[in-house]
T-cell receptor
Framework: DGGITQSPKYLFRKEGQNVTLSCEQN?????MYWYRQDPGQGLRLIYY???????QKGDIAEGYSVSREKKESFPLTVTSAQKNPTAFYLC????????????FGDGTRLSIL | SQQGEEDPQALSIQEGENATMNCSYK?????LQWYRQNSGRGLVHLIL?????REKHSGRLRVTLDTSKKSSSLLITASRAADTASYFC???????????FGTGTKLQVIP
């Protein structure tokens, strides 16, 4: 079954702690994205990667880090520098060509303990 | 600020009625996409319309694009309770694959 798998579905972070959100895809797509969604809001781009071993900051990258060591995987680390991390995090993948839609995972909801 | 702004922010209709949502954007686009999001889930792609297209259909969905007015509309005909969700427009701009999402329209279809 092709798609985007995000884990865990729910995550809790203690103050001063880094946490890593997993995103795996088996669609063989080159481009992958991380978005943050706050209640009642649209999606804001955190980081994106168009190819393995390369990634770019989005609009709200501060306090976040990513890696892209494999085509299938694009983990997001929410660092202790992110002071307001409570949000719904969505990962997406796209074929990397013009006029292609993005395919989304089912998200990870991060909360602060 | 958001590239896309949906209107209305919320819409409540009876089952069987049509639902129309609008999206306005600010800069020139390569394409515009509409997505649906059920509560607590990821986004699902509905329709992509290119900047040189004016109208596109998919089942009960009809999307129009007016680049002179920098606006798009999504029409859902004969709505069903299962259409209850948030709907987002997203625009692709620039020379790289950066898609910007609007703030969404929350649709409630009452059975």
């Amino acid at each position: 079954d092709g798609g985007i798998t995000q884990s865990p579905k729910y995550l809790f972070r203690k103050e001063g702690q880094n946490v890593t959100l997993s995103c795996e895809q088996n669609l063989n797509h080159d481009a992958m994205y991380w978005y943050r969604q706050d209640p009642g809001q649209g999606l804001r781009l955190i980081y994106y990667s168009q190819i393995v071993n390369d990634f770019q900051k989005g609009d709200i990258a501060e306090g976040y880090s990513v890696s892209r060591e494999k085509k299938e995987s694009f983990p997001l680390t929410v660092t202790s520098a992110q002071k307001n991390p409570t949000a719904f995090y969505l990962c997406a993948a796209e074929g990397g060509y013009s006029n292609q839609p993005q395919h989304f995972g089912d998200g990870t909801r991060l909360s602060i303990l | 600020s958001q590239q896309g702004e949906e209107d209305p922010q919320a819409l409540s209709i009876q089952e069987g009625e049509n639902a129309t949502m609008n999206c306005s954007y600010k800069t020139s686009i390569n394409n515009l996409q509409w997505y649906r999001q059920n509560s607590g889930r990821g986004l699902v792609h509905l329709i992509l319309i290119r900047s040189n297209e004016r109208e596109k259909h998919s089942g009960r969905l009809r999307v129009t694009l007016d680049t002179s007015k920098k606006s798009s509309s999504l029409l859902i005909t004969a709505s069903r309770a299962a259409d209850t969700a948030s709907y987002f427009c997203a625009t692709l701009t620039g020379g790289y694959q950066k898609v910007t999402f609007g703030t969404g329209t929350k649709l409630q279809v009452i059975p």
